[in-house]
């Protein structure tokens, strides 16, 4: 088949259960074997599959004649464009039940498994067991996107829809899974960028309120966290989203790579010292995030020691929530079309020229690594009062829109505390100054 792929796959547990109406008949099955094909995204799968059952026909019709009613065809197929495989023995095998079949795929892929709920369908021999039963296939979506992403393909054909979930997605348990593959990069249909440029407004007006009353109650901090692939756009967020909040109460930090100085204590050093005073913003461009990802990907430190880091990070975070601190993650969740997109729009434009790094190509080649390091991160990381927020990032527009809603309602429920703070502070001080007056 042009353009397809062969990859080994192994089949466990085809137990075959005797029928009642063979029951005298319990000769062993055949194991035959087995072929796998990954469908090209060029290749319809009606036209597949159909061309498929005319060579399963021919097949058996030149079998039976050789060698008579005691060969059957057997099939274990997979209709959702991932996988196809065809299994042809010889048996005297009764009519299938359903049973369950699990696939198990050897290394790269980890030894993940498949487990297929199927109605095995067997072409009878006689005439009087000519009716079948269609095989019937039940698989979770996102086994099918780790499958295609092992596969190097796409999920399935282009004619066919690419089931992701669209919108903003948050984590906030630790250990939940993590499949970036399988969440949007673009916004959702239905918005505009005008519409979002008028809700921007409006939720800029209300952070800055809220801000001010932060400054003023002086109770809690704010520690946003911009992590994302280069060109994601961090840069940006910074500039249309903090660029909403008074300077006064606002500090920016860029974590590039660690000092001399830096490089000779804990890995949270350097970060301690920059998270947020009561009252004021911290944003972290980049973060104690980079010590659990591109020490991995370069394998920088080993990996007893980045792994223990996973753990330290959840602490540090905890600690800094229990003094008042509300903190809020962010993925900036770029696609790598996009990306390339971006990089060579730099090359093209003399004002962004100065931005351009011969390792943002080099990093585009661990794109994968990369993948697997957020994923891990982000799930052994995300704690309910230090959630992650997965930003679609192809679209700026939607990008900025999404982290001034995170932040405004975020802080939202907090406007009251820090109101009643401030209406006490402000009875105390007229008091204060009522008694000043009197004593005059």
């Not at 000769?27 to 319809?44: A, M």
């Not at 495989?85 to 030894?111: N, Y």
């Not at 229990?322 to 996009?338: N, P, R, Y």
């Amino acid at each position: 088949m042009h353009g397809a792929q062969r990859i080994p796959i192994k089949i466990q547990d085809l137990r075959h259960r005797r029928d009642d109406r063979h029951a005298a008949d319990e000769r062993p099955v055949s194991r035959g074997h087995i072929e796998t094909r990954v469908l090209g995204p060029e290749e319809p799968i009606r036209e597949h599959l159909r061309a498929g059952r005319e060579r399963r026909a021919h097949r058996a019709r030149d079998a039976r004649a050789d060698h008579g009613a005691a060969h059957h065809d057997r099939e274990v197929t997979s209709l959702l464009g991932v996988q196809y495989a065809h299994r042809v023995g010889r048996s005297d095998a009764r009519q299938g039940r359903r049973e369950p079949a699990k696939i198990t795929h050897p290394e790269p892929f980890e030894q993940r498994s498949f487990r297929l709920y199927l109605c095995r369908r067997i072409r009878p021999a006689r005439a009087d067991h000519a009716s079948t039963n269609d095989t019937r296939i039940k698989l979770d979506v996102r086994r099918i996107f780790a499958f295609a992403r092992f596969a190097g393909r796409a999920p399935w054909p282009r004619d066919l829809e690419r089931r992701v979930r669209v919108g903003v997605v948050t984590f906030d348990k630790t250990g939940e899974k993590v499949n970036l593959g399988a969440i949007s990069e673009s916004p959702p249909g239905g918005l505009t960028r005008e519409a979002a440029a008028r809700e921007l407004e409006e939720l800029g007006e209300e952070l800055f309120e809220l801000q001010d009353l932060l400054w003023g109650a002086r109770t809690h901090s704010v520690l946003v966290v911009l992590q994302g692939r280069d060109t994601a756009g961090k840069d940006g967020a910074i500039k249309h989203v903090v660029g909403l909040l008074n300077p006064r109460g606002v500090h920016v930090t860029s974590f590039g790579v660690p000092t001399e100085e830096e490089r000779e204590h804990d890995f949270l050093w350097r970060i301690h010292r920059h998270t947020p005073r009561r009252g004021e913003f911290s944003i972290f461009n980049r973060s104690h995030y980079e010590d659990v990802l591109v020490v991995r990907v370069h394998d920088l430190v080993p990996r007893d020691i980045w792994g223990e880091r996973f753990g330290h990070i959840r602490d540090f975070e905890e600690l800094l929530c229990e003094h008042g601190t509300i903190v809020l993650k962010f993925f900036l969740h770029i696609s790598k079309d996009e990306q390339k997109k971006r990089l060579v729009e730099r090359e093209q434009d003399p004002r962004t020229a100065w931005k351009l790094n011969p390792g943002d190509w080099k990093e585009r080649e661990k794109w994968g690594e990369y993948t697997d390091a957020y994923e891990d991160a982000i799930s052994r990381t995300a704690t309910k009062r230090a959630p992650w927020t997965i930003v679609p990032a192809d679209s700026k527009w939607y990008r900025n829109l999404v982290i001034a809603r995170e932040l405004v309602q975020t802080l939202r429920p907090y406007k009251k505390v820090w109101q009643d703070k401030l209406d006490a502070v402000g009875r105390e001080r007229k008091a204060e100054l009522d008694a000043y007056r009197t004593r005059r």
